[in-house]
């Protein structure tokens, strides 16, 4: 046998042993640490992708509320809005409310007062009116009772009283 590359059949013989020993080990080894590891490897990736993945849904589901509870405070905003343009309603019809009251209660007190008035004024012509019969008729009864007698006294009495109350009492 020719020696190949100058090396004995021996070293060669032993060389091939030991590259499939190595072989034989790598494939051995690949199955018993490698694929675990890749396993292992895989398997951490997946949860990783799953991570990422939960956290992308979380974050668009954040943003969905954040949208939600935007538009429910506009919401609130508006509600809030109809609600103070109602209320300013309300106290603007109870204000002309109350000052239409107010004017309708005026008017009857100056109505009141003005009837009062008007009942004083006639109260103190009556009693002027009473006042002026009583004097005239003492002064009468006093002319009349030194010149002219009982039945000539009650005539001038009776047609001074259907003169005067004709005239007075009608005015």
Do not use: C
Request: proline share 1%; aromatic share 4%; net charge negative.
């Amino acid at each position: 046998m020719e020696r190949l590359f100058n090396l004995d059949p021996q070293l060669l013989h032993d060389a091939v042993l030991l590259a499939i020993a190595v072989f034989v080990m790598f494939l051995l080894l690949s199955y018993l640490l490698f694929n675990p590891a890749r396993d292992f490897l895989k398997k951490r990736e997946e949860r990783i992708k799953g991570n990422i993945d939960s956290a992308e849904k979380a974050k668009e589901e954040a943003e969905k509320l954040r949208a939600e509870y935007e538009e429910k405070l506009r919401n609130i905003h508006k509600e809030e809005d109809e609600i103070l343009s109602a209320a300013r309603k309300k106290a603007l019809d109870n204000e002309t409310k109350i000052i239409e009251k107010a004017k309708e209660e005026a008017a009857n007190i100056i109505d009141r007062a003005n009837k009062q008035t008007e009942l004083a004024v006639k109260k103190a012509e009556d009693d002027i009116k009473k006042e002026i019969i009583a004097v005239a008729s003492m002064i009468a009864g006093k002319v009349v009772s030194e010149n002219i007698d009982l039945n000539i006294q009650d005539s001038l009495i009776d047609d001074t009283l259907k003169e005067i109350g004709e005239k007075t009492w009608q005015s």
